[in-house]
């Protein structure tokens, strides 16, 4: 009985000591932009990680009548816990999480000829601008998939993350005054509610990426 605790006692120490020093650092792309992070195994089934990604990136649209110039930029960081259902077998794990950060859409409407068209009403632009942006809740939770960042492993590696951000994004409609007495204010509120309709597609926002990593 002895022989067995001492064992059982032995092995343990052997695992925490393991695990305290299974550090692990890592980089990566994916469609949340280029990303570098860290992680740290509690034990030999799960992770904690911390990662910071960003990327901004620039691309027209159209809206009801109108074309925008926009910019995407998305810079955040993230907060993870990885569980392996089995590390010792293969490196599956499952992720939930939250990103943290003012990830947004910045545009600017492009009038055409000196004029916008807002919901079917054409108005002379006048030099002036329209503005909007769609912001993303300061923190999205995470949930997803993937292989890699094994407790189990040491050394160089690779690892492989899919995923969806949740949140939806809330538009803001800067317009100036002259144009929405031009145009009528109910005009206006479809456009800015034709923005919203289409931002809202964004909700759910895949993540894929592929990366090394360095564990010691």
Same mark, same amino acid.
């Given at each position: 009985?002895?022989?067995?605790?001492?064992?059982?006692?032995?092995?343990?120490?052997?695992?925490?000591?393991?695990?305290?020093?299974?550090h692990e650092i890592y980089g990566g792309v994916g469609t949340d932009g280029i990303?570098?992070?860290?992680?740290? !195994? $509690?034990?030999? =089934?799960?992770? $904690?990680?911390? @990662? =910071?990604?960003? %990327?901004? &990136? !620039?691309?027209? =649209?159209t809206s009801g009548d109108v074309n925008y110039d926009a910019k995407l930029n998305?810079?955040?960081?993230?907060?993870?816990?990885?569980?392996?259902?089995?590390?010792?077998?293969?490196? %599956?794990?499952?992720?939930?999480?939250?990103?943290?950060? #003012?990830?947004?859409?910045?545009?600017?409407?492009?009038?055409?000829?000196?004029?916008?068209?807002?919901? #079917?009403?054409?108005?002379?632009?006048?030099? @002036?601008?329209?503005?909007?942006?769609?912001?993303?809740?300061?923190?999205?939770?995470?949930?997803?998939?993937?292989?890699?960042? !094994?407790?189990?492993?040491?050394?160089? !590696?690779?690892?492989?993350?899919?995923? &969806?951000?949740? #949140?939806?994004?809330?538009?803001?409609?800067?317009?100036?005054?002259?144009?929405?007495?031009?145009? #009528?204010?109910?005009? &206006?509120?479809? @456009?800015?509610?034709?923005?919203?309709?289409?931002?809202?597609?964004?909700?759910?926002?895949?993540?894929?990426? &592929?990366?090394?990593?360095?564990? =010691?």
């Open positions: 009985m002895r022989k067995l605790v001492f064992a059982v006692v032995a092995g343990l120490a052997c695992t925490v000591g393991s695990v305290a020093q299974a990303g570098i992070g860290y992680a740290y !195994s $509690v034990t030999s =089934f799960a992770n $904690v990680r911390a @990662e =910071f990604d960003g %990327f901004s &990136v !620039s691309h027209s =649209f998305l810079y955040h960081g993230g907060l993870f816990v990885d569980l392996f259902p089995a590390p010792s077998i293969v490196p %599956f794990h499952v992720t939930a999480g939250v990103l943290l950060g #003012g990830d947004n859409i910045d545009a600017d409407a492009n009038p055409m000829s000196g004029t916008y068209t807002i919901n #079917g009403v054409t108005v002379n632009a006048n030099g @002036e601008t329209i503005h909007a942006k769609a912001k993303f809740p300061t923190a999205r939770p995470y949930v997803g998939f993937g292989f890699g960042h !094994s407790p189990q492993s040491k050394g160089l !590696s690779a690892f492989f993350d899919a995923g &969806v951000a949740f #949140g939806r994004p809330h538009v803001d409609y800067d317009v100036p005054s002259d144009i929405v007495a031009a145009a #009528g204010q109910a005009n &206006v509120n479809a @456009e800015e509610a034709s923005l919203q309709d289409k931002v809202d597609r964004l909700r759910v926002y895949p993540i894929v990426k &592929v990366g090394v990593t360095y564990r =010691f």
